[in-house]
């Protein structure tokens, strides 16, 4: 009989840093709740995005419902990066983290997170599995680098996928998280992790249902994030034959600057090669990459049926997105960590009210847009440091452009550390690399090329556009690392320590056992 470990901690602290807020004093019927759910590695193969093949029901029916940015990018194209930027409403040049594992504290002590902003206006604070970063699946069941102070209540349950990793498929032995793996499972839906994620947002639903409190409710999902873990019912929902796989001369990479080339083929480092597959085994991992996909649609289908069933959809504003997107061999890339549109690109959709129902904008939004967007939906003063801007303009006028551009930084780490920025506009892509472009620039027309296979960056046609866009780009550098007002303390990363035990809110980094104290905001 499997064991089910679900760590709940309840924390007792609204706020231990000097930040304000207005007086609450107590649950009000007429407040917006905020139903938030994040998924990791999900792209846009979405049936709402018009991907032909991903079976997405429940997904698709929150965008029908709701309103579906075609056009939203991410900040950093990885995990913590990208989580600690839209929790906080800034870029990555503001939180200064770089690094995977870095507890937000240890660089902006003083900022005022998304939970922790509800917290201070009297929601209930709610967590359930990931939206800071874990190493996954290596800290699934534990908090790994969460934030103490966004949350007055924490879920960290594990499942049949983590206790069964020994039946994984992998192209690395023991290795996981960062390896392509997959695995037809057996059981059911609600044995794996993130079925109980979902079992575990039904109680408090319910919970919330009951008492009438004003709740930020984070669902965090580990899927499709590797291992590719569903049960077999998913993988029969796709055929393996009609599996497509991108082709793509290696001469590609000839036509950009080295620190792109590099950053596609980091994975073919020598100890498992993650590129060169065959078509046969790079079918059997795309179609367990759906298959997960379908996994999860069912269990966000499971959340928002209890949503509705409840009464509380009449009250909630849903958010619906990923940390960041994912190659599926496009380029020859499987995974993350590029400037390009399989990468940066995430799924947005917001449902609920205030929100027009059946809608869409391909305006450029960013992640970090989330933070003040939910602030102006439930009539709450964003903090200062909040440079991401509210998306309701855009809710009454799809065809309302609050930016030009949206903004994506990476690092290539296996290339001298050199710093790549890209803007994704309506219509190109713009890559930039080296503080002053010394390592070259990458231009991708979406008009004739969606695919971005075409680098017209040197192309003499385009010189009046790359021109443009060299501005552009270098403004929204310039702003992106300018010191938000009201932030605080800006300090070096730091990557938090791994200790021997199970990790939870009432412990220090040194393991030590920490009890807080509530206190005035």
């Known amino acids: 009989m499997r064991k089910l470990i679900i760590i709940y901690t309840a924390i007792f602290c609204i706020n231990l840093i000097s930040c304000k807020s207005d007086n609450y004093d107590g649950a009000d019927s007429d407040k917006k709740n905020v139903l938030f759910i994040m998924t990791d590695d999900l792209n846009c193969d979405l049936g709402s995005y018009n991907h032909d093949q991903v079976i997405s029901p429940n997904i698709d029916k929150l965008a029908e419902e709701g309103f579906l940015f075609e056009n939203a990018h991410v900040q950093w194209p990885q995990c913590g990066q990208s989580r600690a930027s839209f929790m906080t409403g800034m870029y990555s040049d503001q939180t200064k983290h770089t690094k995977l594992n870095v507890d937000i504290r240890t660089t902006i002590p003083d900022v005022i997170t998304l939970g922790q902003r509800f917290r201070q206006r009297g929601y209930k604070s709610v967590r359930i599995g990931k939206i800071y970063h874990y190493d996954n699946p290596g800290s699934i069941g534990t908090s790994s680098a969460d934030d103490i102070y ?21 192209l690395k032995t023991r290795q996981y998280g960062g390896t392509l793996s997959w695995l037809e499972a057996e059981g059911s839906d609600e044995e794996q992790t993130d079925g109980i994620v979902a079992t575990e947002a039904l109680e408090q639903l319910e919970k919330f249902a009951k008492s009438g409190e004003n709740f930020f409710l984070g669902v965090g999902f580990f899927k499709p994030h590797t291992p590719y873990v569903a049960p077999k019912k998913y993988f029969e929902m796709y055929d393996i034959n009609d599996i497509d796989i991108p082709e793509m001369s290696e001469d590609f990479l000839k036509t950009i600057p080295e620190p792109a080339a590099i950053s596609l083929r980091h994975k073919g480092d020598g100890k498992g090669n993650q ?11 795309k179609r367990a990459y759906y298959a997960t996909v379908s996994f999860l649609d069912a269990q966000v289908g499971r959340i928002i049926k209890k949503l509705k069933d409840t009464g509380l959809d009449k009250n909630t504003v ?10 599926l061999g496009e380029k020859g890339h499987w995974q993350k960590q590029t400037l390009y549109e399989k990468t940066t690109r995430v799924p947005l959709i917001f449902s609920g009210p205030g929100v027009v129902s059946g809608k869409k904008s391909n305006s450029p939004v960013e992640l970090i847009d989330i933070y003040p967007t939910l602030m102006d939906l439930t009539e709450i003063k964003s903090p200062k440091h909040v440079v991401g801007k509210s998306l309701v303009p855009i809710f009454n006028d ?18 001298n550390n050199v710093e790549g920025y890209s803007i994704k506009t309506e219509r190109y892509r713009f890559v ?16 004739f090329d969606s695919d971005e296979m075409n680098n017209l960056a ?36 730091k990557p938090y320590k791994r200790y021997t035990y199970t990790p939870g809110d009432l412990y220090d980094e040194t393991g030590k056992r920490v009890y807080l104290k509530p206190a005035n905001e």
């Open 432 to 447: 930039k690399w080296g503080e002053k472009g010394e390592y070259g620039y990458e231009l991708y027309d979406h008009e």
């Open 150 to 170: 966004t949350w007055d209540y924490t879920i960290n349950p594990y499942g049949r996928d983590k206790e069964e990793e020994y039946k994984i498929k992998t």
């Open 318 to 327: 849903i958010v619906f997105s990923s940390d960041h997107g994912y190659h």
């Open 275 to 285: 590129y060169n597959l065959s078509k046969s085994e790079a079918q059997e991992i």
């Open 458 to 493: 040197n192309d003499p046609n385009y010189i009046k556009t790359v021109d443009s866009l060299k501005i552009e780009i270098n403004l929204r550098i310039k702003n992106a690392r300018k010191k938000p007002d009201g932030l605080g303390r800006q300090l070096e990363e």
């Open 398 to 415: 799809v065809n309302h452009k609050i930016r030009n551009s949206a903004l994506t930084r990476w690092i290539a780490t296996r290339f």
